[in-house]
């Protein structure tokens, strides 16, 4: 079973047990849980739980990070006169293999403001997304992906 599902249910039983269903003692018992499970990972032989999870975590501040940036680059160009933007089309080599990493790949890119996934090759070996700002250099918008937003969700799927 998945480790976080545990630690979710370890939650709820902290609740049941507690006697009260806020916020915050979900918390209490979700963070009880993590430590739970942190002390008895020799015995699962599963997956590296903790790190997971921490990587999960810096996924998601990464992501919030590229989506207040890009908000904020979009909306300074919806209010300045004239277009500072130059747009095109990017391909994108995927290291990404199964369905699911390379769908939440696309969503995470469609969802960044100025990026927008169109297609993925018939191999499923590229990913075709439109850029807004491609300021200089092409290979820098792949970079940016690549080393970026693919890196750090491989770390966390697989």
Not at 39 to 53: E, K, M
Not at 139 to 156: P, Q
Request: aromatic content about 8%.
């Amino acid at each position: 079973m998945n480790l976080f599902l545990i630690n979710i249910m370890l939650a709820l039983i902290w609740a049941t047990v507690t006697g009260e269903f806020s916020i915050g003692n979900l918390l209490i018992g979700f963070v009880l849980g993590y430590f739970i499970l942190l002390i008895i990972r020799p015995v699962l032989h599963g997956p590296d739980y903790a790190s997971n999870f921490w990587r999960a975590i810096g996924l998601l501040i990464y992501f919030l990070g590229e989506l207040v940036v890009s908000s904020l680059r979009v909306a300074a160009d919806v209010v300045k006169p004239g277009l500072s933007m130059k747009s095109g089309v990017v391909a994108i080599p995927l290291d990404a293999k199964t369905d699911i990493e390379i769908t939440m790949l696309a969503n995470m890119i469609s969802l960044t403001p100025g990026t927008l996934s169109l297609d993925i090759s018939d191999d499923c070996s590229k990913l075709y997304i439109h850029a807004m700002y491609i300021d200089t250099d092409v290979d820098a918008v792949r970079n940016d992906v690549k080393k970026g937003m693919e890196k750090r969700l491989l770390k966390v799927v697989r």
